[in-house]
């Protein structure tokens, strides 16, 4: 009888309280207040996309777990919520649903099961999604509807260029930045959240109210996130100052585009970064640097999706070059 009581396993024998679902449904709740921000300038369309996102993520993963992989069915983890969350939060809110619906499944089957699940992607679900949307739908997906306070009218939105695209088609087109900077949106908008984008990326002020929530929870830690805004901040910065006539001061950059998304929500993903700090800071910087390379120097004025999509590749090198010490090595 005494041997039943006894259960042997290989180690480690370390055990956390972080579980799977208590980070999702963190992320998940972190995510709320850019949500609530996306519907007071978005209304109707912001709700919309948000909903078939979820709903799409969750339905596709249960699908392909029980009559495809046929593994025991985990949807009710929080990952495909999250998931769905972020793709809906870096699509306008006027893509068509059936997009959308496209843009879930390249999200859950492509980006995810086809690697095996959670814990075995190399690149982050949504960002694969959001990629593969522009690509083939560039013209829905560069559609900014523009923001109109408590709008719940399901008439059609009236679009516009975003701020970086603005001012990335008025320096190709030769004038000076000093003089685009005046008919973009001011700091306190692109703070607030007054602008156009994609609907989970305007508010800065929303983006760092979730983030705060996740330190607070220890679900991500600084290395990555700073490590990633301070490059764009001081590449930025050296560029202005040498020429202030072609390129945006580095406030701009930092409140502009989904860096803040990007930088707090999907660089951080436990399962496509680094496990190290010192590999968090190096990936960090390499979001960073190559995200200023896209916005000022590449085709497209956002270059946070690919960036981190790139550095995800690079993962598995960085792992290797700052491996952690083996518990009770010197």
């Known amino acids: 009888m005494t041997d039943k009581l006894l259960t042997v396993s290989p180690s480690p024998h370390v055990h956390s309280e972080f579980s799977t679902e208590r980070i999702m449904y963190d992320v998940a709740i972190a995510l709320i207040p850019a949500f609530l921000v996306s519907i007071v300038f978005f209304g109707v369309g912001a ?43 870096n699509v306008p809110s006027s893509i068509p649903v059936w997009m959308l619906a496209i843009g879930a499944f390249v999200t859950i089957a492509v980006a995810k099961m086809s690697f095996g699940g959670l814990g075995k992607n190399p690149f982050n679900p949504a960002l694969v999604g959001r990629v593969f949307l522009l690509i083939c739908f560039p013209v829905h997906m560069t559609s900014w509807p523009v923001p109109r306070l408590w709008d719940f009218s399901f008439t059609d ?40 984008g994609c609907i989970g990326e305007i508010s800065v002020l929303a983006l760092v109210l979730g983030a705060a929530y996740l330190l607070i929870r220890k679900v991500i830690t600084l290395y990555i996130p700073m490590s990633y805004i301070f490059t764009v901040f001081i590449f930025t910065g050296i560029l202005w100052l040498v020429n202030d006539q072609r390129f945006a001061d580095p406030l701009f950059h930092i409140l502009s585009g989904g860096l803040m998304l990007g930088a707090w929500f999907m660089a951080t993903d436990m399962v496509t970064s680094p496990m190290s700090k010192y590999g968090m800071i190096i990936f960090g910087v390499g979001c960073g640097v190559l995200t200023v390379f896209i916005r000022l120097f590449g085709a497209y004025p956002e270059g946070v999706s690919f960036a981190i999509l790139i550095m995800n590749a690079t993962v598995p090198l960085i792992n290797k070059m700052f491996r952690p010490k083996r518990f009770g090595g010197r």
Do not use: R, W
């Not at 996309?49 to 009710?76: D, G, N, R, S, W």
């Not at 695209?165 to 900077?181: S, T, Y």
């Open 47 to 89: 709700i919309k996309v948000t909903l078939v996102a979820i709903v799409c993520c969750i339905l596709f993963e249960y699908l392909i777990q029980k009559f495809v992989l046929k593994v025991p069915v985990t949807v009710c983890d929080g990952s495909a919520i999250v998931s769905g969350i972020l793709l809906a939060f």
């Open 157 to 196: 939105a009236v679009t516009g260029a975003t701020a970086l695209g603005k001012l990335k088609e008025g320096v190709m087109m030769g004038h000076a930045v000093p003089e685009l900077m005046q008919k973009i949106p001011g700091y306190m908008d692109l703070f607030i959240g007054q602008i156009n």
